[in-house]
């Protein structure tokens, strides 16, 4: 896991970069403030290394000429267009019933935040420092938003890892209606040719894969599944279309699209 990054802003947002760069040492990683005389694109295509950024809009990861951020505000025209009956994951997750679900692989929050937004009160959980700092200043700046604030107000953060998190719950004897996971790398494939051209990722999510990969390894996500089961009475994973099940485990039904689908195992047995 990254422990060290140099952190840019210029001089008028100084202050803010200390506040960020405080919070993340808190949470274990090193950072390397540089006030830089403007972040604009000639400075990041000469300064390629990952690192972030802050400015008006906030902290950014940036490399290769590229930055990003878990960018909430872009995602309101998608949430103004989506529907329980036009959102597969809406049906998927059974959001009508507006459930408290666990997301127990965060990534940029944007499938969180359309879960929020259809009625699910969510738990949004992440265990990398600066993948969570990230999610925690869009949450932040989202309250702000006149369309968004109800909506993140039904979005709680958590930074744990998920298994850690998973077993805690199951401790205290705790159910949720549903448990949501989509594995940030699903390589592993009966079709292996067929996903790797559906995997062409954008920008935002060559940057994590910069980010987030440990000693090489992806995180398929494997071992979430068995102790997701024994929290929630439904646990929803979404898939590549042609992926393989996760954990080799076959669900008890399917919402299959065009590029991806969602599987879904219900546990009959478990009461609130």
Not at 32 to 37: G, I, K, P, Q, R
Not at 59 to 64: E, G, Q, S, Y
Not at 163 to 168: N, V
Not at 219 to 248: H, M, S, T, Y
């Amino acid at each position: 896991m990254v422990s060290d990054i140099r952190l840019y802003t210029e001089s008028e947002h100084l202050e803010q970069a200390q506040q960020f760069q405080a919070v993340l040492f808190s949470r274990g990683v090193h950072v390397e403030l540089s006030t830089v005389e403007k972040l604009n694109a000639r400075f990041f295509r000469l300064n390629p290394d990952l690192a972030l950024c802050c400015d008006a809009d906030g902290l950014w990861l940036c490399a290769n000429g590229m930055k990003m951020q878990p960018d909430w505000k872009a995602e309101v025209g998608r949430l103004k267009r989506a529907s329980l009956k036009s959102e597969m994951i809406a049906r998927a997750c059974n959001l009508g019933e507006k459930p408290s679900l666990i997301d127990a692989t965060a990534g940029l929050g944007h499938d969180s935040l359309l879960m929020a937004h259809l009625g699910a009160h969510v738990t949004l959980v992440e265990r990398h420092p600066i993948l969570f700092t990230l999610l925690e200043d869009s949450h932040r700046r989202a309250q702000s938003d006149a369309f968004l604030a109800n909506v993140v107000a039904r979005i709680q953060l958590v930074f744990s890892d998920s298994a850690d998190y998973l077993i805690q719950q199951a401790e205290q004897n705790h159910v949720v209606d549903v448990v949501y996971l989509d594995p940030m790398f699903p390589q592993r494939d009966q079709n292996q040719q067929a996903v790797k051209k559906q995997a062409q990722v954008k920008k935002q999510m060559q940057l994590l894969h910069m980010l987030l990969p440990e000693d090489g390894e992806m995180d398929l996500g494997d071992n979430l599944l068995e102790l997701a089961q024994k929290i929630g009475k439904r646990v929803v994973v979404k898939r590549p279309r042609l992926a393989v099940f996760l954990a080799d485990k076959q669900p008890n039904h399917q919402w299959q699209g065009d590029a991806c689908r969602f599987d879904a195992y219900f546990q009959h047995d478990l009461v609130a």
